[in-house]
């Protein structure tokens, strides 16, 4: 065997012996506690829903809505995890949950809870003022529902805290068609949410499609699970359209996990950046109606099918490689990004109709409930913010983003219903060796990309968006830098 000059030697020797002494304390962090708990948070009243135009009005739910936490603490880092069955997260709701933890338990961070909400449009609406909703006694009116709704999901994030235990966790990835681009472009160069393909002028769907199914995995001291996250790209919007509570895919897909990994098991449901995707492919519907027909099973069930697959696959690999002792660092950061800018001929559009739905109400006061969306936040909003820009050229928005860092992984929250492509491209930067992307913390104002908005319609019309795609990017650049500071 050729021996090594001794200098050599002795220099591959402290090479290693640094490498051992820097890089454990580079990935290894304090022992991992970990909490757990799933609260129900179906209203028990009548509730009006979110998430389409016209007023729907739930008064006997169809399934349970959840709220389902995650609590971690490793030495003096600590985050919550909270994934809730409803379609986005107002800031007054947000505060309301934050007042209510720290009113039942001061010792947690309330700053360092991570709301996201699954996007399901049977879910009641949250936001204070919202017109034409019935006042009775029967029905909760929306201070009433954010009260009720605080109350008990604050009860979870504190009944995980309290259940803190050693614990471990894993994680990993695959691949699995869950979310689909909704948005046909045509040769003309416009887009339509939804859009027909079949038709001599469809040339393409305008955005890509992110297969990533990611997946952590929570264990007590012993190995048992206590939790799974599962991250797609795809909001919880199967049966958007109908009229009573329903927590759309994320139930099947819970009951699933739980008969395979056992009923205690908590089961968070994230969505990724989706702004411009749906679980309801626009391309061979014949081919997949025939498909589920074939199983005996229907749209929900299928996504479900899927992400189960995924989800055990990923798990038969990840829990050879378990962590006790991860890194994890906890980063909430508040962003002043550019509004939307609005061009004076979208101005004068919105006003002409938002002057438009205004006199068709006092011409016809019953339709007041079915058109004051379209004309309060729908195009008064437009000019609105036309005006405020007016004034302010350089006018921001507040928004909240998280970053946390959990071993080699990484999540990032944004409040938005986040294109596809803005995911991507954090993916792609981060140094992560897994980036999960959560959208819908906050508000959920969709944020579309340059492209989509030059093409136009629902999601990308000024509308629909309070920031654009100087913010988007910046949102972008902002959550890499957060990252790479948590990696050094």
Known sequence: MKMLPLRSGLKTAQIA???????????????????????????????????????????????????????LKSGDAVTTFVSLDLLQ????????????????DGSIDVEKIVLTATHTHTAPVLQPGTPGIPVNPETMTVEETIAYLADKISDGIVAAWKNLAPGKMSYGLDRNSIGFSRRAVYANGSARMYGNTNQPDFVNLEGMDDDDVGCIFFYDSEDHLKAIAVNVACPSQVIESQSAVNADFWLPVRDKLKARYGDSVVVLGWGSAAGDMSPRPLLHKAANARMRALRGINELQEVARRID????????????????????KHSAVVLQLPLSKISEAQYREALAAYEGVMA????DPASAARVAFMARDWHHGVVERYEQLQKNPAATYPVEIHVVRLGDLV???????????YGIRIKARSP???????QMSGFGSYLPTERAQAAGHYSAVPQSNV?????????VDKTVEIIKDLWK
């Open 467 to 475: 920031i654009g795609p100087e913010g988007g990017q910046m949102l």
């Open 360 to 363: 068709q109400v006092e011409k």
């Open 17 to 71: 012996l640094v490498v051992w002494l820097v890089f454990p304390a580079l990935s290894r962090g304090a022992e991992l506690n970990v909490g757990a708990a799933s609260v129900d948070i179906t209203p028990n009243k009548a509730v009006a829903l979110w998430g389409q135009f016209g007023l729907r009005l739930s008064t006997k739910p169809d399934t349970p809505l959840t709220a389902n936490v995650v609590a």
């Open 432 to 438: 992560a060796t897994q980036t999960f992307i959560l």
């Open 309 to 328: 697959i995924s989800v055990s696959q990923t798990f038969d690999a990840a829990q050879k490689e378990k962590f006790a002792e991860p890194v994890l």
């Open 89 to 104: 997260l107002p800031e007054v709701f947000v505060k309301a949950i934050r007042n209510a933890v720290a009113k039942k």
């Open 411 to 421: 999540v990032c929250s944004n409040p938005f219903e986040l294109y596809c492509e």
